[in-house]
T-cell receptor
Framework: GNSVTQMEGPVTLSEEAFLTINCTYTATGYPSLFWYVQYPGEGLQLLLKATKADDKGSNKGFEATYRKETTSFHLEKGSVQVSDSAVYFCALIGSGNTGKLIFGQGTTLQVKP | EPEVTQTPSHQVTQMGQEVILRCVPISNHLYFYWYRQILGQKVEFLVSFYNNEISEKSEIFDDQFSVERPDGSNFTLKIRSTKLEDSAMYFC?????????????FGEGSWLTVV
């Protein structure tokens, strides 16, 4: 079945450091890929998405590229801020698109001033 | 920006009691979902709902669970007889349609603690 694997956390960075959170997936066909973020005390918010191979999703300085050859959707940001401290979830919806999101386990990011 | 709202934000209940979690999806959305996250574990799909019926449910969504859209705005999740292992954060979500890459919007969650 479909699955998503994220790198283990927590990830602790200093402000302005470069961020990469790895995400790989297993799916048949052509899933859509998502990154959701959960700030402390809040719900899940869509950060960015990509629907086909080689698409790049971007938002708030974050980027991720849909790589079908490596089945990956790694999240990157060139310069993190303290306000980026949150839990980041990689997720997919299978090509049948039933609306059922399959989530990774989440990666906690802590950015220190 | 329109948002999905959930009540209560936190509920403590005794084992065996019935619980109803409430949600108001985004007004023009047609697809509704419940997900849950047990502390320290992945966010898991429970059920999807469209046109007043369940369109898909997971293995977790057994006979103890039910969903309902009692009026034009609310979407509820009922747990008939709660167990300790039902303690989790429950997220309601909605989407406008199911085209590829369509965004699913989540509420802030309802923390359920079963004691």
């Amino acid at each position: 079945g479909n699955s998503v694997t994220q790198m283990e956390g927590p990830v602790t960075l200093s402000e302005e450091a470069f961020l990469t959170i790895n995400c790989t997936y297993t799916a048949t066909g052509y899933p859509s890929l998502f990154w959701y973020v959960q700030y402390p005390g809040e719900g899940l918010q869509l950060l960015l998405k990509a629907t086909k191979a080689d698409d790049k999703g971007s938002n708030k300085g974050f980027e991720a590229t849909y790589r079908k050859e490596t089945t990956s959707f790694h999240l990157e940001k060139g310069s993190v801020q303290v306000s980026d401290s949150a839990v980041y979830f990689c997720a997919l919806i299978g090509s049948g698109n039933t609306g059922k999101l399959i989530f990774g386990q989440g990666t906690t990011l802590q950015v220190k001033p | 920006e329109p948002e999905v709202t959930q009540t209560p934000s936190h509920q403590v209940t005794q084992m065996g009691q019935e619980v109803i979690l409430r949600c108001v999806p985004i007004s023009n959305h047609l697809y509704f979902y419940w997900y849950r996250q047990i502390l320290g574990q992945k966010v898991e799909f429970l059920v999807s709902f469209y046109n007043n019926e369940i369109s898909e449910k997971s293995e977790i969504f057994d006979d103890q669970f039910s969903v309902e859209r009692p009026d034009g705005s609310n979407f509820t999740l009922k747990i008939r007889s709660t167990k300790l292992e039902d303690s989790a954060m429950y997220f309601c979500a909605s989407s406008e349609d199911r085209t590829p890459g369509n965004t699913i919007y989540f509420g802030e969650g309802s923390w359920l603690t079963v004691v």
